[in-house]
Structure formats: structure tokens, C-alpha cells
């Protein structure tokens, strides 16, 4: 049996965790919107056609920010289309997933159902076929208090009030050659500039996120974030990653160490970002926004089947087995440890479409990745401690991998202390130690533990409780001194508090 310590000091912090990296995403893609979201004729839907069978799940997810309207979704879209009466509002060839857009469901539905689902929403411009003069024009609509076009024309739509939208990103993968209006670096670094400039000068209290690369492997990588923030570092607050993994190859090892690329893909932002910033002699950070992360593959295949130009597809809808869960953890567990710089990140997506969350006709279902993703949020809360991992490593392509992923933290004001874990040994147990001797009055609250014999075990709608947390862990502390098994290909979360006080 593998043996594993963590060591922690209460004094040597990587930062407070900043909720928004327990952020999502929805695009008008596939059923993530309609269907998903938003199905006025199904018995869960609320006056407005909101599914309140979705909004709780979400809720209970504990979502804080949730972007829309994409994605490469957003490269072509007309706001305007998607506002007012809706028996006027066009459909339109939409031509990043290449189905008709009905525009049932806008930008004002989108506000009114994250009030629903408890979060805030996260806007995305369009600077692929549109430009600053378009997103100051929905800027205007959104935060504009009255008595000018866009303003009034809220309000003329039913919202006195302000949407209040603080958080922006400038386009999306602009990278890509895939993007509608793909940009070079220069020409997106300096519409971003502009565009963010124009947004600043109508509502300085928003926060703007620039688009960085589409992916690690993109092979603009770094020489794209270089000359976009040597434009746009003035005006922009955040740069953005993106990343998917996949385990077509079939290794469930190597498809694990993928937190290890995760971890590199982090540090060589932050460098870029910090060597930017040192070149230009400046005083702020550009931190990170991880806005589209999560595991992506399993619906390649059956993608490529689908007609062009129908409505509402079941497109992008992965079915998520436990080593995607395991997965999913270690990607949090990466973030965390990035406190310091990662402040927004969003897994993509919400529902549906490489969701956590399915629906049906009749109802709604988590899939495994959910789990993970629920106990994360809702326990990790506060200030991540530097979390030093003794643990044995296997050979990968990305380099030595840990068998454990490890993160701890600290929640001064609920006196707890949360160990967040993910032991990747698919053959063994592993005992886990941990020094307490500055946590000593804190014993063990909870021991929850994701686990499935099979790494292919998946939830449906038929068998929704396949693969479900248990608080079933034997974590103990004596004399000082936490100690745990882990049983093989599992997630761990065990929370420590300090006795009454919870
Ligand atoms: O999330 C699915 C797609 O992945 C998004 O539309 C795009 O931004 C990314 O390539």
C-alpha cells in the first residue's frame, strides 16, 4: 500500500478562493438553452418557462457566476435578435454549430434565470463578426440606469432596473481558426483594447476578460497571449484558458495525469502575464480566468451524425463516467492551488451539453461529474494553505504524476479545515498522514468519498444513484494527527472542525 503526507502550515498561504472559480457556462448550443434551461412546455417550467427541476440542481451546485451567451455561439450573434416581444424576434442560421436559432430565449430570460438559479451571469461580446460599437450598444442596454436608446429600450421591455452585469469577456477563442471574424494577435489584441476602452468609458466599474489562447496546443500559445496583452494590458483584468481532455486513447492513467498539463498550462500564463506586466514597468497583475474547462470526447463520434440547419440537436451531450469524475476533481484541485492568480474559472458546461446536469421530457439527472464539482463548491471556502504532497509518481507524457492530488483549506470563520483529494492508484489503497499540531483542537466532521469499482460506471436517467458520494470515510485524528485510507480510484473530501463550534 502506497503511502501518502501532506504537510501544511497555517502561515504559508497560496490565497483566499475567490467563489467565481466555481463559475459555469451555458451557450445556445445544442439542448443547454432550450431543453435545458428553458422548455415552456414541460411540466417543470415555471410561468416564464423556466425548468425549476434545473434551477435546483444548480442551485445545490452553488454556482456563483455563470457565462453565456458562448462560446463560438457568441462570434455571431445579434443581441438585438433576442430582446422584446418574442413573436417578433427572427430566426437565424447560426453558423458556429450550424442549426437554426430561434431567439426564444435572449439575454433578458438569461438575466431572470440566473436570479432563478441563485448565480450572476457572466457576459461574452461578440468581437467576431461585430465590434465596439455593438458591445457598448449592449452595455448600454444592460447597465445603463435610463433616459438614453438602449437604456429606454430595456425598459420598454418589461426591466426598469439595470441588469448590473460586472463581468465581461471580450469575444471568444479569437485564436481559432474555427472562430467567425478570427483575428490575428495584433488585430484582437487591439480591438479588445478599444472595445474594453469603450465599455470602461460607459461603465468603469465592469471587469473585462481578454481571450488567451483556445488551448495549450494551439500553436499561437504564448506568442498570442504575449502580443494581446502587450495591447490590451491597460484596460483588461483578466486572460482567459481554456482547456478540454479526453480519454480516447483508453489509459486511464495517462488521461489522469492531465491535471499535470493543467498545472503547467496555469504556471506558464501567470509567467506571460507577469513577464508582460514587467516589460510594460506596471504595478497590476493580469490574473486568470479559466473560463471553459471540463472532460470533452465521449460524443465526437455521434456529433458528426447530426443534420445541419435542425433546432435543438442533441449535440455535445457526453455521457460521464467515475474516471471523468476523478478527473474533474484533480482540474478543481488544480485550480485551488492556483488561488492566487486563477479568480474565475467556469466548467463547461451547465446542462446538457458536457453538463453535469441532463434533462429529459421527465426530469432531471446528475451525472457523475456532478458530484465532484457539488462537494468542492459548496465545502471549499476560504484560504488555500500551500498543500505539499509526499506521494509516490507514474511515468506520463506530461511528466511525473503524483497519485495524489491534494489540496487543504483553511476557513478561519468556520473553524474548519478541508482536505480535498484525489487518490489515483487504480489498483490499491493508499494511507494518507497529515501533521495537525497547528490544528489542535480540530477533529473530523465529515469523510465523503466518490468511488465505483467500475471506472466506466456512468449515471442515466434509468439509474440516476450509479455512482454517488458516500460519508463512509474512516479519516481520524489522534494525538495530533490526521490518518485516512483511501480506497483505489477515488475522490476524497475530508472536513475537520473544531468541536461545537459548527
Ligand atoms: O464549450 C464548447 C465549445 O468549446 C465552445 O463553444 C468554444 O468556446 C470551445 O471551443
Same mark, same amino acid.
Given at each position: 500500500?502506497?503511502?501518502?503526507?501532506?504537510?501544511?502550515?497555517?502561515?504559508?498561504?497560496?490565497?483566499?478562493?475567490?467563489?467565481?472559480?466555481?463559475?459555469?457556462?451555458?451557450?445556445?448550443?445544442?439542448?443547454?438553452?432550450?431543453?435545458?434551461?428553458?422548455?415552456?412546455?414541460?411540466?417543470?417550467?415555471?410561468?416564464?418557462?423556466?425548468?425549476?427541476?434545473?434551477?435546483?440542481?444548480?442551485?445545490?451546485?452553488?454556482?456563483?457566476?455563470?457565462?453565456?451567451?458562448?462560446?463560438?455561439?457568441?462570434?455571431?450573434?445579434?443581441?438585438?435578435?433576442?430582446?422584446?416581444?418574442?413573436?417578433?424576434?427572427?430566426?437565424?442560421?447560426?453558423?458556429?454549430?450550424?442549426?437554426?436559432?430561434?431567439?426564444?430565449?435572449?439575454?433578458?430570460?438569461?438575466?431572470?434565470?440566473?436570479?432563478?438559479?441563485?448565480?450572476?451571469?457572466?457576459?461574452?461580446?461578440?468581437?467576431?463578426?461585430?465590434?465596439?460599437?455593438?458591445?457598448?450598444?449592449?452595455?448600454?442596454?444592460?447597465?445603463?440606469?435610463?433616459?438614453?436608446?438602449?437604456?429606454?429600450?430595456?425598459?420598454?421591455?418589461?426591466?426598469?432596473?439595470?441588469?448590473?452585469?460586472?463581468?465581461?469577456?471580450?469575444?471568444?477563442?479569437?485564436?481559432?481558426?474555427?472562430?467567425?471574424?478570427?483575428?490575428?494577435?495584433?488585430?484582437?489584441?487591439?480591438?479588445?483594447?478599444?472595445?474594453?476602452?469603450?465599455?470602461?468609458?460607459?461603465?468603469?466599474?465592469?471587469?473585462?476578460?481578454?481571450?488567451?489562447?483556445?488551448?495549450?496546443?494551439?500553436?499561437?500559445?504564448?506568442?498570442?497571449?504575449?502580443?494581446? /496583452? @502587450?495591447?490590451?494590458?491597460?484596460? %483588461?483584468? +483578466?486572460? !482567459?484558458?481554456? *482547456?478540454?481532455?479526453?480519454?480516447?486513447?483508453?489509459?486511464?492513467?495517462?488521461?489522469?495525469?492531465?491535471?499535470?498539463?493543467?498545472?503547467?498550462?496555469?504556471?506558464?500564463?501567470?509567467?506571460?502575464?507577469?513577464?508582460?506586466?514587467?516589460?510594460?514597468?506596471?504595478?497590476?497583475?493580469?490574473? /486568470? @480566468?479559466?473560463?471553459?474547462?471540463? %472532460?470533452? +470526447?465521449? !460524443?465526437?463520434? *455521434?456529433?458528426?451524425?447530426?443534420?445541419?440547419?435542425?433546432?435543438?440537436?442533441?449535440?455535445?451531450?457526453?455521457?460521464?463516467?467515475?474516471?471523468?469524475?476523478?478527473?474533474?476533481?484533480?482540474?478543481?484541485?488544480?485550480?485551488?492551488?492556483?488561488?492566487?492568480?486563477?479568480?474565475?474559472?467556469?466548467?463547461?458546461?451547465?446542462?446538457?451539453?458536457?453538463?453535469?446536469?441532463?434533462?429529459?421530457?421527465?426530469?432531471?439527472?446528475?451525472?457523475?461529474?456532478?458530484?465532484?464539482?457539488?462537494?468542492?463548491?459548496?465545502?471549499?471556502?476560504?484560504?488555500?494553505?500551500?498543500?505539499?504532497?509526499?506521494?509516490?509518481?507514474?511515468?506520463?507524457?506530461?511528466?511525473?504524476?503524483?497519485?495524489?492530488?491534494?489540496?487543504?483549506?483553511?476557513?478561519?470563520?468556520?473553524?474548519?479545515?478541508?482536505?480535498?483529494?484525489?487518490?489515483?492508484?487504480?489498483?490499491?489503497?493508499?494511507?494518507?498522514?497529515?501533521?495537525?499540531?497547528?490544528?489542535?483542537?480540530?477533529?473530523?466532521?465529515?469523510?465523503?468519498?466518490?468511488?465505483?469499482?467500475?471506472?466506466?460506471?456512468?449515471?442515466?436517467?434509468?439509474?440516476?444513484?450509479?455512482?454517488?458520494?458516500?460519508?463512509?470515510?474512516?479519516?481520524?485524528?489522534?494525538?495530533?494527527?490526521?490518518?485516512?485510507?483511501?480506497?483505489?480510484?477515488?475522490?476524497?473530501?475530508?472536513?475537520?472542525?473544531?468541536?461545537?463550534?459548527?
Amino acid at each position: 500500500m502506497k503511502k501518502a503526507t501532506i504537510h501544511i502550515d497555517k502561515n504559508f498561504t497560496v490565497g483566499e478562493v475567490d467563489k467565481r472559480i466555481y463559475g459555469s457556462f451555458i451557450e445556445h448550443l445544442g439542448r443547454a438553452v432550450y431543453e435545458g434551461i428553458y422548455q415552456p412546455e414541460s411540466p417543470f417550467a415555471d410561468k416564464q418557462g423556466l425548468r425549476n427541476d434545473v434551477a435546483a440542481l444548480v442551485e445545490e451546485l452553488n454556482v456563483p457566476v455563470v457565462r453565456y451567451p458562448g462560446g463560438n455561439f457568441v462570434s455571431g450573434y445579434r443581441w438585438e435578435d433576442g430582446v422584446g416581444p418574442k413573436e417578433k424576434r427572427p430566426a437565424r442560421p447560426e453558423l458556429a454549430w450550424c442549426v437554426i436559432e430561434s431567439n426564444q430565449f435572449g439575454l433578458n430570460e438569461f438575466v431572470d434565470w440566473t436570479r432563478k438559479a441563485g448565480t450572476e451571469p457572466m457576459m461574452a461580446v461578440n468581437l467576431g463578426t461585430r465590434g465596439p460599437e455593438d458591445a457598448k450598444n449592449l452595455l448600454e442596454y444592460c447597465n445603463f440606469k435610463k433616459g438614453t436608446y438602449y437604456s429606454d429600450l430595456r425598459i420598454r421591455h418589461g426591466y426598469e432596473e439595470p441588469h448590473n452585469i460586472k463581468l465581461w469577456c471580450l469575444g471568444n477563442e479569437m485564436d481559432g481558426p474555427w472562430q467567425m471574424g478570427h483575428k490575428t494577435a495584433e488585430e484582437y489584441g487591439r480591438t479588445a483594447a478599444e472595445t474594453g476602452r469603450i465599455m470602461k468609458m460607459l461603465d468603469p466599474t465592469v471587469e473585462l476578460v481578454a481571450c488567451g489562447s483556445s488551448n495549450l496546443d494551439m500553436p499561437t500559445f504564448g506568442e498570442w497571449e504575449d502580443k494581446v /496583452l @502587450s495591447e490590451c494590458y491597460d484596460v %483588461v483584468d +483578466y486572460i !482567459s484558458l481554456h *482547456q478540454y481532455y479526453g480519454n480516447q486513447a483508453g489509459n486511464t492513467p495517462e488521461f489522469l495525469a492531465n491535471s499535470v498539463a493543467m498545472d503547467k498550462f496555469i504556471d506558464s500564463v501567470v509567467a506571460i502575464c507577469d513577464a508582460v506586466k514587467a516589460k510594460k514597468r506596471k504595478t497590476k497583475n493580469i490574473n /486568470l @480566468s479559466f473560463d471553459e474547462w471540463n %472532460v470533452w +470526447y465521449h !460524443s465526437n463520434e *455521434q456529433d458528426k451524425k447530426i443534420e445541419q440547419w435542425c433546432q435543438v440537436p442533441h449535440q455535445l451531450e457526453d455521457v460521464y463516467n467515475m474516471e471523468d469524475a476523478l478527473l474533474v476533481a484533480s482540474m478543481m484541485i488544480t485550480l485551488l492551488r492556483h488561488a492566487d492568480r486563477v479568480k474565475i474559472a467556469c466548467m463547461a458546461q451547465l446542462v446538457n451539453v458536457i453538463a453535469p446536469i441532463m434533462t429529459s421530457d421527465t426530469g432531471a439527472w446528475r451525472q457523475t461529474i456532478y458530484y465532484p464539482f457539488a462537494c468542492i463548491s459548496n465545502n471549499g471556502r476560504g484560504t488555500v494553505l500551500n498543500t505539499l504532497v509526499d506521494v509516490p509518481t507514474y511515468e506520463s507524457k506530461h511528466g511525473a504524476a503524483p497519485f495524489l492530488d491534494a489540496v487543504s483549506i483553511m476557513n478561519e470563520e468556520a473553524k474548519t479545515l478541508t482536505i480535498f483529494a484525489v487518490n489515483k492508484d487504480l489498483e490499491e489503497e493508499m494511507e494518507l498522514f497529515c501533521d495537525l499540531s497547528q490544528f489542535k483542537e480540530y477533529q473530523v466532521k465529515k469523510h465523503v468519498v466518490l468511488t465505483h469499482e467500475d471506472l466506466k460506471a456512468v449515471n442515466t436517467e434509468k439509474d440516476p444513484w450509479n455512482v454517488v458520494p458516500k460519508e463512509d470515510g474512516n479519516a481520524t485524528v489522534a494525538d495530533g494527527r490526521l490518518q485516512a485510507t483511501l480506497c483505489s480510484k477515488s475522490f476524497h473530501m475530508i472536513q475537520l472542525e473544531v468541536e461545537g463550534e459548527n
